[in-house]
């Protein structure tokens, strides 16, 4: 004895090399689980880790699968189905009662009345299930990590040691995985001794990895190949893959194919070989081929009586386990008492991964693509596919016809009988049968049954397109999800240099995009107020921000933009909107003329490599020689905004601030609180402000300077709340808040932002089709009775014809305000509204300072 | 086990017809100069001879490209360094990019976000936009650092 597990509170030992199947078989247990559906008894079967039914919980952890996990002492392992167990379960009674769940019955019952649903739900989910996940909520993050080769092997046996080997010798950088140790499935003495040759010469070539324990749940463009290992996963980039994953036997269908005691012919011969504990005592084994004696030998080295039948199984027979079996022979039907019943009836191959890879460098070697080939047939095969001429697959030379009864699916209880219910409702091809009976859709992924289905829709004269296997796609084995999420970090945050300051000033974190921004740093309306009374202070460093140089920047900038250029002098800025070739408004932002006829120019925060990608490609398009280099992580933007921001600026520069050296838009470079800064007068709150834009290195120096000169003006920051009101205010829009992504100018009542007489721009020719036809739907500025909601819909006389974009209430105007998208109602924009009971009227924007005296003073 | 070392670089950037930057003699002080673009190539070295690097490259490329841009954009990206013979094992864990062999250069994605790839035998330093910085970093504490451990 190696040790002992615990299985079930019941200490049972194992020897070396024992899987928690053998020890526990080799105790008499001879029940694992109870089926999906109807409760049904499940035993041990395919013992290649491909079908469900040794499903266990080990060590807590469920839906293990006992015949490929290694017994380790004091492992404590559970079967996970059946009420109140597997041995006597409750709901076996279900079995009786298959009209109750016909086929697809979930399509069908407890529609009506609409409330049960959700009882039967539960109830549903708590009698089916293969297991329980641990909600203890341990969690064990897994690594992921990426390995380039030129030749990736997938399979460790005879044929994918071959190839891995001819690969190698050809130069090329080989990966071998293997989902168990090499050879692990194998029984027949001859073959792993084989296996371990070409292990050998394998691990001698220096171009050869091994990754044993590891499998390939899936394929994808590249190739590439994501393989889930005991240590998390591993992406794997090849030149091109070799999948050698072998076959599994054929799944015969006949009554009672699913009773314990019913076992695929190599894993029959397994338990036997490598673990020394036979099956049954009484094993009859079905079928021929050059692998039944072997398995007859096998069976009785491990003190088994065998009978070797050569027939087509009729039934299995018993109730709580296999106690004989039916078998039309050459000799005419005859029954056998048994307590094991062994099927050899062909070989299915394993080829998900290779039917996934369609039209990517990957062949096939072995059983895969040559079924029910001989060891000798495989290495020829592994070698020649090694070599770079992969074997065509072929289809199997034999499989087992279906009896009118007996279990297709075995992992989700799909019968014969309800294929035959499904197809005479209308589900006429392999890929509907599947979607409408769940067959193939259980843990095996149809490894078991998926060829079963084809030679069904096949048998019922469907046509060559509703006859195929159904569509592979990972995962081809059960990963655990702390493996998929292994090295998966979805959120990612741009954040700027003055976060920590945010942070520590007590500021609420929005996610803006992918930028992390303040959203408020505890009042909404100090910030606000400070902004519209004294002075304040915003983060802007967010904007996107492009130099734009070079011989022909100019003529990018006027040909790309609708905006009028050739009179923009330097020191001077404009707005700019951003059109395609719709003529709608993808960007907006603000243009700076810089000497010698360079151009800065920012845009909307979220839009900067959408910009910078437009910008280049334009350029190119447009045969310019232009540079374009994005500087909106080099450099910072601090919004000094307020009554009195050119005074708390003055206060921490030597350089002319005043109107005239900063006009309105206009900017300025300038030295403030000792930083080099570009200061840039624009009007987005409605107040004076200045962007201070400068090296990112500086910009927590330059905040604080800021903070610390402004007490004297009790100076607050604000954040993206208080801006949402501030802007509003001044009429201003959120692209993508405020705009519909067919939005020109005109319908956002931005016109004066495109200059129609130039010759050419991006969308021109769109905006003079669209120009003549009328508006029929334009964004308003709005005022309401009371506050309204964002979102609410805007209706005249019931009908509904608008919504509110953007919405508040105004303290410096006392005035519940917004934006909100209006249709023209018989030729005419109506002029008042309803927003649910509140009443809109459209109103004049800007709703502040109209005149732009304040942002100009 | 890899370290992870803030790495200092200062960044240069030069754009310009590729013809010009094919003739481009590169500037010395340990600089390295690599081409991102067929029309760019940053220059990446020691923050104390940055101001020299910048000085070179400027006086140099009108020669070859009268409206080549030069510009000094270390401000725009932080460095991490993965230090010590698990280095390129560690970087596995937060890309998928193939790394060349010994002293080299790439670019592409680092733990979802774009990046630059300076290699040398036995360490791996990573340059992303410096609003990526600390995503970078906390990757590299999480994924990276426990390789070959």
């Known amino acids: ?857 | 086990m890899p370290e992870i070392r803030s790495a200092p670089l200062a960044v240069i950037c030069a754009q310009a017809a590729p013809g010009a930057l094919d003739r481009l003699i590169a500037p010395g002080y340990d600089a390295v100069v690599c081409r991102t673009a067929p029309d760019e190539i940053l220059v990446f070295c020691p923050p104390e001879v940055a101001e020299d690097v910048l000085r070179e490259v400027t006086n140099r490329l009108p020669a070859l490209d009268e409206h080549g841009l030069v510009l000094d954009l270390t401000d725009g990206w932080h460095a991490w360094t993965l230090v010590g013979p698990d280095a390129r094992e560690g970087f596995s864990a937060v890309s998928a990019l193939a790394l060349p062999g010994g002293d080299g250069f790439t670019q592409g994605h680092v733990a979802q976000v774009s990046a630059k790839i300076l290699t040398a035998a036995d360490d791996v330093t990573i340059i992303v936009p410096a609003y990526w910085s600390q995503h970078l970093r906390e990757r590299l504490v999480a994924d990276a650092a426990g390789a070959g451990s």
């Open chain 1, 1 to 857: 004895m190696a040790g002992s597990i615990d299985f079930e509170w019941r200490r049972v030992p194992f020897e070396d090399g024992d899987t928690v199947a053998s020890a526990v078989h080799r105790t008499g247990v001879r029940t694992w689980n109870r089926s999906l559906k109807y409760h049904r008894r499940r035993g041990l079967y395919c013992l290649t880790g491909d079908c469900s039914n040794c499903l266990v919980n080990v060590d807590g952890e469920p839906g293990r699968r006992a015949c490929v996990t290694e017994a380790i002492e004091g492992a404590r392992v559970r079967r996970e189905t059946g009420s109140p167990g597997p041995e006597w379960d409750v709901l076996a009674i279900t079995d009786r009662m298959h009209w109750l769940m016909p086929v697809g019955f979930y399509y069908k019952a407890f529609i009506r009345p609409r409330w049960a649903w959700e009882f039967a739900e539960r109830m549903i989910r708590r009698a089916t299930g293969v297991g329980r996940l641990p909600t203890d909520g341990r969690f064990e993050p897994k690594r992921a990590r990426t390995t380039h080769c030129d030749v990736l092997v997938v399979g460790g046996g005879v044929a994918g040691l071959a190839a891995a080997i001819a690969a190698a010798q050809v130069g090329e950088r080989t990966l071998l995985a293997d989902e168990g140790a090499l050879g692990w499935s194998l029984s027949a003495p001859a073959l792993q001794a084989r296996i371990e040759e070409l292990s050998a010469e394998a691990r001698a070539q220096p171009n050869v990895e091994i990754l044993q324990g590891h499998s390939c749940i899936g394929l994808y463009e590249g190739p590439s190949a994501a393989l889930v290992g005991p240590h998390g996963l591993v992406e794997v980039e090849a030149g091109r893959v070799i999948v050698a994953t072998g076959a599994v036997e054929a799944h015969g269908v006949f009554p009672g194919n699913d009773l314990p005691g019913v076992w695929l012919g190599r894993g029959a011969a397994r338990m036997a070989v490598r673990h020394g504990v036979a099956p049954g005592n009484r094993a009859v084994i079905v079928g021929e081929g050059p692998e039944v004696q072997d398995h007859a030998d096998a069976l009785r080295d491990a003190g088994a009586e065998v009978s070797l039948v050569a027939g087509r199984v009729v039934s299995a027979n018993g109730r709580r386990r296999v106690t004989g079996v039916t078998v039309e022979t050459a000799d005419g039907r005859r029954s056998f008492a048994c307590d094991a019943l062994v099927l050899a009836l062909g070989h299915s191959p394993r080829d998900a991964l290779l039917r996934m890879a369609s039209g990517l460098p990957v062949g096939g070697a072995g059983d895969v693509v040559l079924p029910g080939c001989t060891p000798e047939e495989a290495e020829a095969s592994g070698r020649r596919a090694g070599a770079g001429e992969p074997d065509a697959p072929s289809y199997p030379v034999s499989w087992p016809a279906m009896e009118p009864d007996g279990y297709v699916c075995i992992c989700e209880d799909v019968g014969v009988h309800e294929l035959e219910v499904s197809w005479d409702e209308g589900w006429t091809s392999s890929e509907i049968l599947k979607r409408y009976t769940t067959a193939t859709m259980g843990p095996c992924q149809g490894a078991l049954c998926g060829r079963h289905l084809a030679f069904f829709a096949e048998s019922k004269g469907a046509p060559p397109a509703a006859t195929g296997l159904t569509t592979a796609r990972p995962p081809v084995r059960a990963p655990k999800l702390e493996d998929l999420v292994g090295g998966v970090h979805e959120v990612i945050h741009k954040r700027t240099a003055l976060h920590e300051r945010h942070v520590s000033a007590g500021a609420r974190m929005d996610r803006s995009g992918a930028w992390q921004r303040p959203g408020t740093y505890g009042d909404r309306r100090e910030g606000y107020l400070a902004v519209r009374e004294r002075v304040s202070l915003m983060d802007v460093s967010t904007l996107a921000k492009f130099l734009v140089a070079g011989r022909d920047a100019a003529a990018l900038i006027d040909r790309v933009f609708p905006t009028r250029v050739r009179d923009l002098a330097p020191g001077r800025a404009r707005y700019l909107l951003a059109l395609d070739e719709a003529g709608y408004v993808m960007d907006d932002g603000l243009l700076s003329a810089l000497p010698d006829g360079r151009y800065y120019l920012t845009s909307t925060s979220g839009g900067a490599d959408r910009m910078e990608a437009w910008l280049r490609n334009w350029s190119d398009r447009l045969d310019l020689s232009v540079h374009v280099v994005n500087q909106t992580a080099q450099l910072g933007a601090i919004n000094v905004a307020g009554p009195h921001a050119r005074d708390l600026l003055v206060s921490l520069s030597g350089d002319d601030l005043s109107r005239e050296a900063i006009g309105h838009p206009g900017h300025a470079d300038v030295t403030v609180a000792g930083v080099a800064c570009r200061a840039i007068a624009v009007g987005f709150v409605g107040e004076t402000s200045f962007e201070l834009h400068h090296p990112r290195s500086r910009s927590v120096e330059l905040w604080d300077a800021l903070l610390e000169a402004g007490h004297a003006w009790d100076i607050r920051p604000h954040g993206l709340d208080a801006l949402d009101l501030l802007r509003l205010e001044k009429g201003h829009i959120y692209l993508a808040q405020d705009t519909m992504p067919d939005d020109h100018p005109g319908k956002l009542g931005l016109s004066w932002a495109v200059e129609a007489s130039k010759p050419w721009f991006v969308g021109k020719a769109s905006l003079e089709r669209m120009a003549a036809l009328p508006l029929q739907r334009r964004l308003l500025g709005l005022e309401f009775d009371r506050a309204p909601q964002r979102g609410a819909p805007l209706s005249v006389d019931g009908r509904i014809v608008g919504r509110v974009t953007s919405c508040g209430t105004s303290e410096v105007l006392g005035r519940h305000i917004g934006l909100g998208w209006v249709r023209c109602v018989d030729g005419v924009f109506p002029e008042t509204l309803n927003a649910g009971a509140l009443t809109a009227r459209v109103a004049p924007t800007p709703f502040y300072d109209p005149e732009g005296v304040r942002l100009r003073a």
